[in-house]
T-cell receptor, first 110, second 113 residues
Framework: GIQVEQSPPDLILQEGANSTLRCNFS?????LQWFHQNPWGQLINLFY???GTKQNGRLSATTVATERYSLLYISSSQTTDSGVYFC????????????FGAGTQVVVTP | DAGVIQSPRHEVTEMGQEVTLRCKPISGHNSLFWYRQTMMRGLELLIYFNNNVPIDDSGMPEDRFSAKMPNASFSTLKIQPSEPRDSAVYFC???????????FGSGTQLSVL
């Protein structure tokens, strides 16, 4: 099956810093989504981004499907950005079946 | 919209007991998914429904697990009999069409003693 690798596995940031999270995938995909799991366990959909670039406030994401990677940018980080960020992809031969990466654990310190 | 609603939020039970988890998807969404999250295996897709019909249940770990969707606004995931290794957080999620933006419920933390 498709492999989804996220890096780095852990990230510690000081409030106000910028960071980039990466998601590599091993095969062609129909769609790609980024999620944030907050410290209370809630999973929030950040982006539906099979290709191109999108921005939502201090967050933005870019997917280059032909090169099989996606990037999530966090600018001017805040303590509320802490949590785990997951990338999930839907392989072209598996309609509806999102495969999740292992996540990047982000801690933003005041 | 209230989002995806799951109940209960927490469930503690003893090995061998039947457990039923419930989910109400977002109104208008026609695809519903059940996921399980553990430290060891991360987020795993158990089963998904499209227009109330089970499409793929290949992720259901054993025959002890079953899921139903009797109508567009309700689904259940049942474990009978439960075992300690079933302890995990179970998430329900829904989307408009199976491959569109996915929205998760708050999850059910299941502990089987």
């Amino acid at each position: 099956g498709i492999q989804v690798e996220q890096s780095p596995p852990d990230l510690i940031l000081q409030e106000g810093a910028n960071s980039t999270l990466r998601c590599n995938f091993s095969d062609s995909v129909n769609n790609l989504q980024w999620f944030h799991q907050n410290p209370w366990g809630q999973l929030i959909n950040l982006f539906y981004i099979p290709s191109g670039t999108k921005q939502n406030g201090r967050l933005s994401a870019t997917t280059v499907a032909t090169e099989r990677y996606s990037l999530l940018y966090i600018s001017s980080s805040q303590t509320t950005d802490s949590g785990v960020y997951f990338c999930a992809v839907e392989p072209t031969d598996s309609w509806g079946k999102l495969q999740f990466g292992a996540g990047t654990q982000v801690v933003v310190t005041p | 919209d209230a989002g995806v609603i799951q109940s209960p939020r927490h469930e503690v039970t003893e090995m061998g007991q039947e457990v039923t988890l419930r989910c109400k998807p977002i109104s208008g969404h026609n695809s519903l998914f059940w996921y399980r999250q553990t430290m060891m295996r991360g987020l795993e897709l158990l089963i998904y429904f499209n227009n109330n019909v089970p499409i793929d249940d290949s992720g259901m770990p054993e025959d002890r697990f079953s899921a139903k969707m009797p109508n567009a606004s309700f689904s259940t995931l049942k474990i009978q009999p439960s075992e300690p290794r079933d302890s995990a957080v179970y998430f329900c999620a829904s989307s408009w069409l199976g491959n569109e933006k996915l929205f998760f419920g708050s999850g059910t933390q299941l502990s089987v003693l």
